[in-house]
């Protein structure tokens, strides 16, 4: 993606969360760690991105990466998963916009945010229209 910038990693959250669960006079223990929602979980069924490395609880390869898009210009689509082919393009359509990627483990609902970045081409555009919905229509 060429306009990535401010890019955040949380891989220090990341390991200091893990080194509580590991560590011999736990601080945090599983049920705690792994307290993934169920619409997260689900979330990343259906439209999470496989992840490259494994599950760091449960060691399985089935951990999922979504992409939470936020921002001003965005307007009522903002806070939608995308995937990455789509971020590509909206990069070019839309002037700023922040991603926030969160691993998540459907098998033992281990979730943390990983990554925090900014996208888009820097012009300023007008948020997209409102779409009327029905609680719009009938109240």
Known sequence: MWSRRNVISHAL???ASLEA????ARTLNAPEACDAEPILVTSALHHGEISETPCPICEREHLLNLNYTFGDQLG???????STAELDEMQNNVGEFTVRVV???PDCRWNHLIETYTLGDGRKRRRPRREETVE???G
Request: glycine share 4%; hydrophobic share 25%; aromatic share 10%.
């Open 13 to 15: 959250q990341r390991r």
């Open 21 to 24: 669960l590991r560590r011999p």
């Open 76 to 82: 009522m689509y903002s806070g939608r998963i995308k």
């Open 103 to 105: 691993e998540v483990c």
């Open 136 to 138: 719009d229509i009938y």
